[in-house]
C-alpha cells in the first residue's frame, strides 16, 4: 500500500522535505518508511508530519529548536516561602539565552528535590514537569507546598544548561550566616565607613532566610567605633528631618565646616561611658520579590578617634550554634593639629633672652590633647638667635596635656626671629607653627 508524507510547517520553521511529493510502500510489516531527508529549519517552532494511505490518517509531531543555548538565567521564583498545602505565590521562572537574545520553543524540565519530605509537587501533583520556552525565551513552573515543613530544591534544566531553585515550606530555619557586604573596609578616625554591613542568612537548602534576628557587634572597639543606631540619646540632633528615625547621613558626610562640626561634637558626646552603640540587632528583610530577601543590614558605622583595626561579628541569638559571619574594618588615622599657645610677639635688647619660651600644643581632631608627639622648634633670623647649648633646633615630647615648650632663645644681635614649630615624626603631618620674636 502507498503512504503519502505532507510536511505542515505550522511554525513557519523552514524545515523541509529534500523532495516532494514523498511516498512510500509499506512491507510485509506493514510499515512504510519515508525515504528522503527532512531538514530542520533555521527558526524554532513545532512542525508536523501527516501521513495518509487510502482514508487512514495520522500525524507525528516534531520540534525545531537549538540543542545548546549559552544562558539559562533565574528570572523569577527563587528563595520562596509557603504555608503547608498551599501553592507558592510565584511561579519558578527560567530565561534561555543564545548571542544575547531570548530562545524560543526551547524544552525544559523541572525536577523537584523535597528535602524536608515536606511532600511538595509540581504541576499536575509530580516531582518532573516538562515544558518549552514562550516566544520571549521563558519557561515556568507552579509548585505546591506539601503537608509537611521543610526545604525543597527544584532543578530547571534547558539543552545543556540547568539551575538551582530553593524554597521552603512553613516558617524559613536558618542554617547560615555569612557577610555580603561592607567586609575589608577602611575610614578615616571621626568620619563614615562608606558601607553599612550586610549579612545573609540561608536555611538548609540556601534558600535566603526572612524575618530572622540578627545582631552585629563590634568586638572589643579599640577604635571607639560605633554604630549610628537611632536609639541613642546623643544621635537626637543627627536624624533626617522627615522623622523616619534615621540617621542623616547626607548632613553627616557632607565636605563642608558645619559637618565637620558636626561630626566632632557627634563623636565627643559618643565619647562617655553608655552612650554609644557597639551592638544592635536587625530583622532579615521577609520579601521573597525584594533582592534583599533574607538580608540584614546594620546602621552606618562612624570611624572612632584612635587608628587600628577592629572587628564586627553578625550572629544570629535565636541560633547560637550557628558559626557568625565576622568582617574587619580599619581607621586610618586622622591629620592631628599643631596648636600655638604662648610665645608670640616677644621684643628684647639685642644680646639677652626672651622671657617667656614658646609653647605648642598638639591634638587630634577631637581637639582632645595628645601626650608623646615629637615636637621640633627651629630658629631663623639674622640676631644669631640659638637655645642654651648654642644649637637653633630642639626637639622634644608633648606632655600629658599635649603641650610642648621650647628652651629659652638668646638674641645676639637686633633683628626679627623666626621660630617654626613642626610635628617630624607623624604623617600626614600637620601645618606647622609659627612664631614672631624681635631683637632691638
Do not use: W
Request: hydrophobic share 40%.
Amino acid at each position: 500500500m502507498t503512504v503519502t508524507f505532507t510536511l505542515n510547517d505550522a511554525g513557519d520553521t523552514g524545515t523541509r522535505f529534500a523532495s516532494e511529493p514523498v511516498t512510500a510502500l509499506t512491507g510485509a510489516d506493514g510499515i512504510a518508511t519515508a525515504g528522503v531527508t527532512l531538514t530542520a529549519g533555521g527558526t524554532p517552532g513545532e512542525v508536523h508530519v501527516v501521513a495518509q494511505a487510502g482514508t487512514a490518517v495520522t500525524a507525528f509531531g516534531l520540534h525545531v529548536g537549538y540543542t545548546s543555548i549559552d544562558e539559562l538565567q533565574i528570572v523569577g521564583g527563587d528563595g520562596q516561602y509557603a504555608e503547608p498545602g498551599t501553592p507558592f505565590a510565584q511561579p519558578l521562572t527560567v530565561l534561555a539565552l543564545r548571542g544575547g537574545q531570548p530562545v524560543p520553543s526551547l524544552p525544559v524540565c523541572f525536577h523537584l528535590v523535597d528535602l524536608g519530605g515536606t511532600g511538595s509537587t509540581l504541576g499536575d501533583a509530580e516531582t518532573e514537569y516538562e515544558t518549552t520556552t514562550d516566544s520571549a525565551g521563558q519557561a515556568r513552573a507552579g509548585v505546591v507546598a506539601g503537608p509537611g515543613e521543610g526545604d525543597i530544591i527544584v532543578t530547571a534544566t534547558g539543552a545543556d544548561k540547568t539551575v538551582t531553585f530553593h524554597a521552603s515550606v512553613g516558617d524559613p530555619v536558618p542554617a547560615l550566616i555569612v557577610p555580603e557586604h561592607g567586609q575589608d573596609q577602611e575610614a578615616q578616625a571621626g568620619l563614615l565607613f562608606p558601607l553599612p554591613l550586610t549579612a545573609l542568612v540561608t536555611s538548609p537548602s540556601g534558600a535566603p532566610a526572612g524575618g530572622v534576628e540578627v545582631e552585629f557587634l563590634i568586638e572589643g572597639n579599640p577604635t571607639g567605633s560605633f554604630f549610628l543606631d537611632p536609639g541613642v540619646p546623643a544621635l537626637a540632633n543627627y536624624l533626617t528631618p522627615d522623622g523616619d528615625g534615621a540617621a542623616d547621613i547626607a548632613r553627616l558626610t557632607a565636605d563642608t565646616p558645619q559637618a565637620a562640626e558636626d561630626r566632632q561634637q557627634l563623636l565627643l558626646a559618643m565619647q562617655a561611658p553608655g552612650t554609644s552603640s557597639t551592638s544592635i540587632r536587625v530583622t532579615t528583610l521577609d520579601a521573597p520579590q525584594d533582592p534583599g530577601h533574607g538580608r540584614a543590614t546594620s546602621p552606618f558605622i562612624v570611624a572612632g578617634p584612635t587608628a587600628g583595626t577592629f572587628h564586627v561579628r553578625a550572629t544570629i541569638p535565636d541560633h547560637p550554634e550557628i558559626p557568625p559571619a565576622t568582617y574587619q574594618l580599619t581607621v586610618t588615622p586622622a591629620p592631628i593639629r599643631l596648636v600655638r599657645v604662648s610665645g608670640d610677639g616677644q621684643t628684647i635688647p639685642a644680646g639677652t633672652r626672651f622671657p617667656q619660651p614658646c609653647v605648642v600644643r598638639v591634638t587630634n581632631f577631637l581637639g582632645q590633647s595628645l601626650e608623646d608627639i615629637a615636637v621640633t622648634f627651629q630658629l631663623t633670623g639674622t640676631t644669631g638667635a640659638v637655645f642654651p647649648d648654642n644649637s637653633t633646633s630642639f626637639t622634644v615630647s608633648t606632655d600629658s596635656n599635649g603641650t610642648a615648650v621650647s628652651r629659652a632663645i638668646t638674641a645676639d644681635f637686633a633683628g626679627l626671629v623666626q621660630v617654626r614649630a613642626t610635628c617630624p615624626d607623624v604623617n600626614p603631618a600637620p601645618a606647622p607653627v609659627r612664631f614672631g620674636l624681635k631683637a632691638t
